[in-house]
Structure formats: structure tokens, C-alpha cells
């Protein structure tokens, strides 16, 4: 007699989904104001160099021109770290939907639960009410 497939509830892949996208939405969030926060101190920090140079009148061009290859350089390693954190973003979405797709359809193999507990049946522990005794008013 061959054993009867598990009924799969159709709307958990959906779920999982939602999940996937709420948690990658929240990491690349995370991960772009970690970004910006660094690039507005390491800009913060030219500009207040560039008022000391200011008041100093002994300061050489090569001091402005260091000052402003270094934001040049932050903006430019700026852009290239948003552009990895959306690739990385995009690629989790992708993954995401593609999984939620593989098991609308059937096409991958369910996990296990991690906690597979066996089913134990109730036993009455003494000088503690009952769920219907408490249901019903009784004692």
C-alpha cells in the first residue's frame, strides 16, 4: 500500500515569503543607514579640516587638494557600497521568490520542523482545576 503524501498548506510559502522580504527589507534599511552614517562623519570631519585650513595662512594648495581627493573618495566608496548592498537586496528577493514558487508548486522537498516533539497525552496533576471545570464555573 503506498503511504499517503502530507497535505501541504498552500498559503505557508506565501508567508515565507512576506517574511523574507520584511527581513530583507529591514536588513538592507539597516545596512544603507550604517552607510550614510559613515560617509556624514567622514564628511563631517573634511569640512571642519577644511575651516582649520581656512584660518591658517600659511597652507599650501596640496593640503585643499588632499582634502577634497579624500571626499571624492568617500563619495566614490559610498556609491559603490549602496550599489552592493541593492545587488545583495535584489538577490535576496530573487531567492525568496524563487523558493516561495519551488514550494507553491511542489517542486522542493519540505523541511522537517526543527522541534519534532512527540505528542504525549495529558495526565491530571493533583489540586489543579480541569480547563472545562474552570469553562463552566463549577468546582
Known sequence: MPTPTPAVNPVVPFCELIGHLG???MGVSLR???????LSIGITESCVKKQLLKVDPVVHAADHA?????VMTLLAASAEGCETIVRGYIEEITQAQHR????????????APALGLTFTPGVAV???RGAATVASGRE
Not at 66 to 70: F, I, K, T, V
Not at 103 to 110: K, L, S, T
Open 23 to 25: 527581513l530583507a527589507s
Open 32 to 38: 544603507l543607514q550604517y552607510l550614510v552614517c559613515r
Open 126 to 128: 493533583p489540586g489543579v
Open 100 to 111: 516561495c514558487l519551488r514550494a507553491a508548486f511542489g517542486m522542493e522537498e519540505r523541511e
Open 66 to 70: 588632499e582634502l577634497e581627493e579624500r
